[in-house]
């Protein structure tokens, strides 16, 4: 059987969509590239397509680039969504999405390079799109928490500010965690599962404090 052919060896192709374009630019990104560097030129012709055609589906670069991170967003989520739901219990919910973050990280995840590299380096618009995401992150962890901390009879104190700060920490440690090596991931893994849980347990001792 012979090898696949890309795009680019075949010529310019007919018809593309707007998922040909994302993953073009997504084959041009890796670890330590940022997206404000793509060029729509070269964009355009990892997928194969007259620069011209670029237009049909994006306005311009910056709108491509908007995309990616919103994609990723919702991406990153599902994975560590689905984490959060196998697990059982409080500590089983933290170990999970810790491992789950650290399975994409090294799992050569475009998208939550992405993420995590415009979120430190990126552009100002970029930041505010990777911030709106990390939001979304937020909101769906303290329905999360609430849910558990229910069902434990375990309330938080303000379960929306824990959610915050999990999930800042998380990602703060995994830009850093991007440039050491694998052999490190599971001393960055029992860590950040500690300092997730003493978060939750400060939470839990404030609000005991405040009734």
């Not at 090898?3 to 890796?30: M, N």
């Not at 475009?110 to 799109?129: I, M, N, P, T, V």
């Not at 830009?175 to 991931?185: N, Y």
């Amino acid at each position: 059987m012979p090898d696949p052919v890309s795009p680019k060896r075949l010529g310019r192709r007919p018809s593309i969509t707007r998922e040909d374009l994302i993953a073009a630019a997504l084959a041009l990104l890796g670890p330590n590239r940022s997206v404000s560097t793509l060029g729509l030129r070269e964009v355009t012709r990892e997928a194969g397509i007259a620069p011209n055609s670029f237009y049909r589906h994006f306005r311009d670069i910056d709108e491509l680039a908007v995309t990616l991170i919103e994609r990723a967003g919702t991406s990153l989520r599902a994975v560590i969504g689905q984490a959060r739901h196998r697990a059982t219990s409080g500590h089983g919910v933290v170990r999970g999405s810790v491992e789950a973050f650290f399975e994409r990280l090294r799992a050569d995840d475009r998208f939550l390079h992405l993420l995590l590299r415009e979120g430190l380096a990126g552009s100002d618009a970029y930041k505010q799109a990777v911030d709106a995401q990390l939001r979304f992150f937020e909101e769906e962890l303290c329905v999360d928490l609430v849910r558990l901390a229910d069902a434990a009879g375990t309330p938080l104190h303000a379960p929306d500010l824990v959610a915050r700060a999990i999930t800042r920490l998380v990602f703060a440690v995994g830009a850093s965690a991007m440039d050491l090596p694998p052999e490190r991931d599971r001393e960055q893994i029992d860590a950040l599962t500690t300092m997730v849980r003493m978060i939750v347990v400060g939470a839990r001792r404030m609000h005991a404090g405040h009734r």
